[in-house]
C-alpha cells in the first residue's frame, strides 16, 4: 500500500454536488493498493500514519502526531499512486489492485484509524470522479510506502 500524507488546515472530498467528507486540521491520505497488500499492510500503514511525527509542538519542531493533536483524517482512495510511466506517455496502471481487493483494505485502513483513536476519519468514495479539495499546512506532504517499512 501506499499513501501520500498531507497535513492539512482543513480538506475536503466532493462527487457531484454532494460533500462526501470534510476536516478540518488534520491528514489528507490519498490511498493506493497494490496486488500484494492484504490486511497486515493496510493495519501496518494505518499505524505508521496514526503515528508520524509531522505536527509541530510549541517548539515549533515536527514532534507531534495526529494522534497527540486529536486531528481529523480525510481517506481518499487513488489507485493513480500506481501509475508507472517507464514506457510512453500514458501512465500505466496495472500495478494498482483491481477493486475487489482495493475497496476493503482502504475500508481496512480508515476502520484502523479510528480503533487507533483517531476521532474523525473521513473518506472519499471509492470509484467515484472526485473533487478534492486540499488545503496543505506547511506544506508538508510525505509518501509512506509498505514496501519501505
Not at 500524507?5 to 462527487?15: E, N
Amino acid at each position: 500500500m501506499r499513501a501520500l500524507v498531507q497535513r492539512v488546515r482543513r480538506a475536503s472530498v466532493r462527487v457531484g454536488e454532494d460533500t462526501a467528507g470534510e476536516i478540518g486540521s488534520g491528514l489528507a491520505i490519498l490511498l493506493g493498493v497494490t496486488h500484494a497488500d492484504g490486511p497486515a499492510e493496510a493495519d501496518r500503514l494505518a499505524e505508521k500514519v496514526a503515528h508520524l511525527r509531522i505536527f509541530e509542538d510549541e517548539a515549533g519542531k515536527m514532534n507531534l502526531s495526529l494522534l497527540d493533536t486529536a486531528g481529523a483524517a480525510l481517506v481518499v482512495p487513488q489507485f493513480t499512486l500506481y501509475a508507472s510511466v517507464r514506457r510512453g506517455r500514458r501512465p500505466d496502471f496495472t500495478a494498482a489492485a483491481p477493486p475487489a481487493l482495493a475497496r476493503p483494505l482502504i475500508d481496512r485502513f480508515a476502520d484502523t484509524l479510528r480503533q487507533l483513536g483517531i476521532r474523525q476519519v473521513e473518506t472519499g468514495v471509492f470509484g467515484a470522479h472526485m473533487l478534492v479539495e486540499i488545503w496543505n499546512d506547511g506544506p508538508v506532504t510525505i509518501m509512506v510506502d509498505t514496501a519501505e517499512m
